[in-house]
């Protein structure tokens, strides 16, 4: 299983505007197979923050999804909505358990 933990952060003036945007994003990638979850949310603390969190079920569906039309679009929707930081880190599951 991949992993991917991480954070996006946008001018807090665009939030409203990038928002159909994110949303596309979540639908399009939750549909992918082997996507077992994924998630953008608001920061509480920090506005113009939004955590990034997915799983995908391996690193060839980590790929199709890495490499998918969404994938381009929302990379052209974000830059044109003033991403101006972005830290994702992808990390290799080898067992789960409930917390």
Same mark, same amino acid.
């Given at each position: 299983? @991949?992993? @991917?933990?991480?954070?996006?952060?946008?001018?807090?003036?665009?939030?409203?505007?990038?928002?159909?945007?994110?949303?596309?994003? @979540?639908?399009?990638?939750?549909?992918?197979?082997?996507?077992?979850?994924?998630?953008?949310?608001?920061?509480?603390?920090?506005?113009?923050? @939004?955590?990034?969190?997915?799983?995908?079920?391996?690193?060839?569906?980590?790929?199709?999804?890495?490499?998918?039309?969404?994938?381009?679009?929302?990379?052209?929707?974000?830059?044109?909505?003033?991403?101006?930081?972005?830290?994702?880190?992808?990390?290799?599951?080898?067992?789960?358990?409930?917390?």
């Amino acid at each position: 299983m @991949i992993v @991917i933990a991480g954070f996006y952060r946008f001018p807090v003036d665009q939030l409203d505007v990038v928002k159909p945007a994110m949303a596309r994003m @979540i639908e399009l990638s939750r549909a992918e197979p082997g996507c077992g979850h994924y998630a953008f949310a608001h920061d509480v603390v920090e506005p113009g923050l @939004i955590r990034v969190s997915e799983s995908w079920k391996d690193e060839a569906a980590f790929k199709a999804h890495a490499t998918s039309e969404h994938m381009a679009e929302w990379r052209a929707a974000s830059a044109a909505h003033g991403i101006y930081d972005r830290t994702i880190t992808g990390y290799e599951v080898s067992a789960e358990r409930p917390l």
